[in-house]
């Protein structure tokens, strides 16, 4: 059945075989000239971008030698992000893109994981991973890794070239591959296929009227799924120019979205309500060119929705719903306002999205987890095949582990998550690490890490904690440090509690526990009393 699908999709033109460094160099033959990057203060024209890959690309071949091997990049966002990842993809190997927050320890598994002939980072003079942190997990990977580092276009190996002779080759059906998080912490490596990626970029492009004249801003990171499809892929496939912000500032994007033109946006709730709030002095009103934002990663509030009406008039903005591993649904110009502010949208042409019912079974509407097959679908997590079939079932539909609610007219809507990840900004981190932190405390009985509600960036981090002894939040943190926790997974709520709902095998049941304390605390701000809780961070 599988195989009658990817004939199917064959068929529809949505697969073609043809690869992205190809459509790219297309395009670089019919206008040299033309814009294709702005970055920081520079820019690149298409064949500026080529000649700059080029040279990079042969010090690839020479580091790594033949074979389809896969080359991490750890960069911000940058003209290195962007030369690097056309580089490796000339030299004919494959990218893998982890965000540039990724943490050591994290890292490390990483490079078990894939096995990569190359690591290339950022200089010292960047903002991005210190190149000994690089090294360290470099060294401590099971093959030969070699370390490089990008400074703009310029390529420097600062280690040994990968062994000769490595047997470890990437399959054909690889072509890039990103990072998600789950429950028990460690990423997956999310394999993509060349036609997977394109099927995506094209769709999108038809759907929101897209070419090689509609500038692509892109403020989201690169190694996030977000920046590197709908960024960097998407203006390549185009011949798009790609306006890349370096560093979030909402009055700045404004300022770029507004010089250079920009027509069409991805990015997470957080910066759709930054440039809602940003106060601006220009002629025109905010985003005034952009003609379509697309918000996801976290829950677009409805009142955010209806801001954006007044705010930016000129565009729309649709909430996103997707994963790294693919799918994507949005709303369409003939939604309604009522669709826009309370369903994440419809899927993209060839996309089937199923709910599972009580008995496993797959059907077009109603409640239940929502599962997804189609051409913008991944194809595996890369080395974890066992892993990948448990979250397949009946013929070849994956299982997002999301629970949503698809009505009659195939509009999609999130009623929450089989799993417990908090979305905090569109980053999804796992609540493990900071249990495992928090229980080693000694006045600490128990432990469990939630999503707090927050308008801003979706969810905050919330350490619900049973202690022996009155805790607060300064407490917490201390011990994290103590502990050499990432401060990306520090607590900034904490709440102290007698006892927690646990089911009959002694596990907490989160989502209870999250839903009696966000209606206690609503219930005591409503009163007018102080909470149970502690917190910080509420600006950032």
């Not at 999108?204 to 989201?220: I, K, N, Q, W, Y």
């Not at 300022?255 to 025109?284: I, K, M, Q, Y």
């Amino acid at each position: 059945m599988v195989d009658d699908v990817a004939e199917r999709y064959r068929l529809a033109g949505w697969w073609t075989g043809r690869r992205l460094v190809d459509r790219f160099e297309s395009h670089v033959s019919e206008g040299p000239g033309e814009l294709a990057l702005v970055s920081g203060g520079s820019t690149l024209s298409r064949s500026e971008l080529w000649h700059a890959a080029g040279e990079a690309t042969e010090k690839i071949r020479s580091v790594v030698g033949g074979g389809r091997q896969v080359v991490v990049m750890n960069l911000p966002n940058c003209t290195a992000w962007v030369v690097m990842f056309l580089a490796t993809l000339r030299a004919g190997h494959v990218p893998a893109t982890p965000p540039v927050t990724t943490p050591e320890v994290h890292l490390r598994h990483i490079l078990h994981l894939i096995q990569p002939a190359l690591v290339i980072c950022a200089g010292q003079n960047r903002r991005a991973r210190p190149d000994e942190v690089i090294r360290r997990a470099a060294a401590e990977a099971s093959t030969g890794v070699a370390v490089a580092a990008a400074d703009g276009t310029l390529l420097a190996v600062h280690g040994p070239a990968a062994a000769p002779d490595r047997t470890v080759e990437v399959p054909d059906t690889t072509a890039h591959l990103m990072f998600t998080s789950s429950t028990t912490g460690p990423p997956k490596a999310v394999s993509h296929s060349e036609d997977s990626l394109a099927a995506l970029n094209v769709q999108f492009a038809e759907r929101f009227g897209l070419d090689h004249r509609t500038p692509v801003f892109m403020p989201s990171p690169l190694g996030h799924s977000v920046g590197a499809i709908h960024g960097a892929r998407l203006s390549l496939l185009l011949g798009a120019p790609l306006i890349l912000q370096d560093e979030w500032d909402p009055v700045g994007a404004l300022e770029l979205v507004a010089r250079h033109r920009a027509d069409f946006t991805a990015a997470a709730t957080p910066f759709l309500l930054d440039l809602v709030n940003a106060r601006w002095r220009g002629r025109e009103p905010k985003l005034a060119p952009l003609r379509s934002f697309l918000c996801g990663g976290a829950q677009v509030p409805p009142a955010l929705i209806r801001r954006c009406r007044t705010e930016l008039p000129n565009t729309f903005v649709t909430p996103l719903w997707g994963m790294t591993e693919g799918g994507l649904t949005t709303c369409v110009a003939g939604s309604t306002p009522t669709q826009v502010e309370n369903t994440v949208g419809v899927g993209l042409p060839g996309l089937e999205l199923r709910t599972l019912d009580a008995d496993m079974g797959l059907q077009a509407s109603g409640a239940g987890e929502l599962v997804m097959r189609g051409p913008g679908v991944f194809n595996g997590y890369y080395g974890q095949s066992e892993l990948y079939a448990e979250h397949i079932v009946g013929d070849g539909f994956f299982r997002t582990g999301d629970l949503a609610r698809i009505d009659s007219d195939g509009y999609v809507s999130i009623t929450g998550r089989h799993k417990d990840l908090i979305i905090r900004g569109a980053v999804n981190i796992s609540p493990v690490e900071t249990e495992n932190a928090i229980a080693a405390h000694p006045d600490v009985v128990g432990v469990a890490v939630i999503g707090w509600p927050d308008e801003r960036l979706g969810e905050r981090i919330c350490a619900v904690v049973q202690a022996g002894a009155p805790l607060d939040l300064d407490d917490v943190l201390a011990f994290c440090a103590e502990q050499g926790l990432p401060q990306r997974y520090w607590p900034e709520r904490l709440m102290q509690v007698d006892h927690f709902p646990r089911t009959a095998a002694g596990k907490i049941r989160k989502q209870q526990l999250r839903d009696e304390l966000v209606r206690a605390s609503s219930l005591t701000a409503a009163a007018g009393v102080g909470g149970a809780g502690s917190n910080r961070g509420a600006g950032q």
